[in-house]
């Protein structure tokens, strides 16, 4: 029987060979040591699979079909023998001491199931463009925009017993869903110093403009719909919800504002959308 560990960090990985390597050497030298590191190749068409097996003995694995970055989680997860879990995105990178301060953050303070970090902003030589300062905890903000970076969390695995693994169905968004779930039940917190550098390249998995959109405004639908579901009585959280139906139902109906030409017809309609859900929420806060 594999012994207990006190954090699992797991990895999912898709075509990463030009950063998982430095994402696994990063973790290993860190400066706790009481950890264990679970990458999940996700059905990658590169060298990644070749680059994960040099580390056999140093990390657990698995490889799996392509099923997208929820399902690899997922899959890591069920590995885990943490008591905490931590996340890194194969292309980011975190400073030498991030687990070690993040135990220490759960350890203290019993009462926080997740707590999260600033991080760094870096490009695709990790180079710093800029310091990303960590939002505050507020359930009324989260539920408004995701600003929790995945690979700024850690969270204890119990957490998990209570509100279950991620949406498979919203892959690319889930962490967002998982967040909102995870506060409903458990305190959340954060720490400002910066604990992980989030790299952003051309190479990251991504879809077309239209496509991007048209799914985002999808999986926000869905994730305020669940939410709004297990918090039957919320009114300001139907109105999110009328809001959500309203944008995408917008976007499907007149797919050309998501041409870059007519951004700016979109934005202004997005601003009326914005000041008519900020109106009925202040005045159903005051009934």
């Known amino acids: 029987m594999r012994r207990m560990v006190k954090v699992s960090v797991i990895v999912p990985v898709y075509n990463g060979e030009k950063y998982i390597r430095e994402a696994i050497d990063n973790i290993l030298n ?27 003995g140093k990390i657990r694995w698995k490889s799996q079909k392509n099923k997208g970055q929820a399902s690899a ?12 879990v931590a ?8 400073m030498p001491q991030r687990l070690e301060i993040q135990v220490k953050y759960l350890d203290e303070h019993p009462d926080v199931g997740l707590v999260y970090s600033s991080f760094c902003q870096v490009n695709s030589i990790g180079k710093i463009q800029r310091i990303i ?19 700024a969390v850690m969270h204890r695995k119990k957490c998990l017993d209570k509100v279950g693994l991620f949406d498979e169905g919203i892959t690319g968004d889930d962490d967002w869903d998982m967040w909102i779930r995870i ?39 869905r994730i305020v719909e669940k939410a709004c579901a297990r918090r039957k009585n ?33 934005r202004g309609a997005d601003i009326v959308l ?14």
């Open 274 to 287: 914005d000041w008519m859900e900020r109106t009925l929420i202040r005045i159903s806060m005051r009934l």
């Open 133 to 151: 300062k960590a939002v505050p905890y507020d359930h009324f903000v989260l539920l408004q925009k995701d600003y929790i970076a995945r690979s």
């Open 183 to 221: 506060s409903e039940k458990f305190g959340v917190d954060y720490v400002e110093r910066p604990l992980v550098k989030y790299r952003v390249h051309g190479e990251q998995i991504s879809l077309v403009r239209s496509k991007k959109l048209a799914y985002r405004r999808y999986t926000t639908m």
């Open 73 to 84: 989680i997922n899959e890591g997860i069920k590995m885990a023998k943490g008591e905490y």
């Open 234 to 266: 919320s009114f300001w959280l139907k109105i999110k919800l009328l809001r959500a139906k309203v944008e995408r139902k917008i976007g499907e109906t007149f797919p050309i504002l998501d041409k870059n030409s007519f951004a700016r017809i979109w």
């Open 30 to 56: 860190q400066s706790y040591k009481d950890f264990e590191v679970i990458v999940i190749d996700d059905g990658s068409k590169d060298n990644t699979l070749s680059i994960i097996k040099e580390y056999a």
């Open 87 to 94: 996340y890194l995105d194969a292309d980011d990178v975190c």
